[in-house]
């Protein structure tokens, strides 16, 4: 098992892939829960399976994966079924990366959007949360082709920057730009590297 278990985590255009990405350029496993979900609603996926038992075979695409667009409006639409959703997809996503961190023989990062709501930080030895102001974040949603309106649902929809905050033990701020962003990931990679090579194996 990973010497060190760690969550990344940040709201909707938080810079959370941005430092992830880093991670990975400094020799760092990262598991993508969004990449996980991904595999889960795939044709034949056990994630697409609790679709259609929780909401209905209209959500499944031709190939039988899970028509996101449609998946998307259903669940922001309606929080009820949104937490019904989570509270049966989480879990496979907490196993896929328990799986992959007992393969891992220092570091696993967990990059999770909804670390906080799903219960994950308690299983870990470190959460590290990247922010930044609403207002920017909408900015830059808007900047990758989202509705202003559609970023303001799904930041809603996400734990608060205080909630995450408070689950945190560490927190970095992006709003300096993408050099100073850089910058920070880079010294929480070292940080990282040196944790692992005081702990022991986890098992």
Same mark, same amino acid.
């Given at each position: 098992? +990973? ?29 993508? +829960?969004?990449?996980? %979900? ?24 031709? +190939? ?44 696993? %990062? ?94």
């Amino acid at each position: 098992m +990973a010497r060190l278990a760690v969550g990344l985590t940040g709201g909707l255009a938080s810079g959370k892939s941005t430092v992830a990405a880093r991670l990975k350029a400094a020799g760092i496993t990262v598991v993508d +829960a969004d990449s996980v %979900v991904a595999e889960l609603y795939a044709p034949r996926g056990e994630g697409a399976a609790l679709v259609r038992e929780l909401l209905g075979a209209d959500l499944l695409n031709a +190939a039988g994966g899970v028509d996101k667009a449609k998946l998307g409006a259903r669940i922001f639409a309606d929080s009820r079924l949104r937490a019904a959703l989570e509270n049966v997809v989480f879990p496979l996503v907490r196993e896929r990366f328990v799986e992959i961190a007992a393969r891992t023989p220092d570091i696993a %990062v967990l990059e999770a959007t909804k670390l906080v709501e799903a219960g994950f930080a308690s299983d870990l030895d470190l959460v590290v949360t990247i922010e930044a102001p609403v207002e920017e974040r909408v900015s830059r949603a808007v900047g990758r082709g989202i509705s202003a309106a559609e970023a303001r649902a799904r930041i809603a929809a996400q734990a608060s920057e205080e909630e995450r905050r408070a689950a945190a033990d560490l927190v970095i701020d992006s709003s300096g730009g993408l050099d100073q962003l850089l910058r920070r990931a880079d010294e929480l990679a070292d940080e990282l590297h040196r944790r692992s090579a005081g702990s022991p194996r986890r098992g």
